[in-house]
C-alpha cells in the first residue's frame, strides 16, 4: 500500500515527518526507479519556503525543493555549478530532480553534491525541535548514510558564491553510453597576493562517498606558487596514500590513476 501527503507549508512537512514514518520526496527521479515503492511518501515540492533561491553577500541559499533546471537558470548560480548540473541525465530530468534530493539520497555520484563539497557549502536541516547549520561533508557519514534525524528535513543549501571563479570540473565517462567508469572531479583554486588562499580538490564516484582531504590542502595554503611547485610531488603522493576507492566497472587502480591525472593536472593549470 502506498500513502502519500503533499503539504503546502514547511510547518506542516514538520508535523508529518515528526509524527509519520514517511520516505522524503522531492522530483522523484531516483524513486521512481526502485521496484519496491510501498510505504508511506512526504512530498516536498509544494513547499514556498524549500522552492526558493535567495541571495545574500557572498551566498546563495538555495531551496532543497529547487530543481536543477532552477539553479541552473539563476542568474547568481556559479558557473563550476551550471557546468556540473548541466551534465546530469537529459533536460526532462533536471525538470524534476531536486537539489534536496541528489543530497538526500545519499549517494557518492551526485555532481552537484561534488561541488558543494568543494564550495564549502552548509546545509540548513529542521524539524520541530529547532534547527541545525550543518557542512555539507560532515552531513555524508558513509554510503546512504547521513546525519539526518527522522524527525529532520532538508531545507536549505547554503552556497557560498566568493572564490569559485577559477575551477576545474571533470567527469570521466558518459553516463548515458554506460561506459567503463564514472570518475568526477572538482577542483577551486584562488591566490591572494602571491600566496595561494584557497585550494579544494574533491573526488566522486569513486567511494563509499565524496573525498575531500582539507588536511592535505592546507600544506600548500599560504604558500607561493615557487613552493607549492617544490611540494608538488609530495602532496600528490599524499592523496595517492589517503584515497581508497571501491571497484567499479573496472579496477580501483585504474580509478585512482584517473583521479591522481586530474589532480596533477588541475595542480599544473594553476602553476603548480
Known sequence: MVKGYQPTSLKEALEIRSSEKVTLYGG????????????SYLFLNKIPEMREIKEEEGLLRIGAACTFTEVLEHPSTPQIMKEAISTIASPAIRNLGTMGGNIGNGSSKGDSVLVLFVADAKLRVVSLRGERIIDIDKFYLGRKKLDLKEDEIIVEILLPTENLNNY???KVAERQALAISRVAFAGVFSMEGDKIAKIAVAFGAVASTFLRFKNIEEKLIGKTLEEARALKEEYIALYDEATVFTEGRVSAEFRKEVCMNLLRDFLSQNGI
Open 168 to 170: 576545474t570540473f571533470e
Open 28 to 39: 522523484g527521479t531516483d524513486l521512481m526507479v526502485e521496484e519496491e515503492r510501498e510505504g
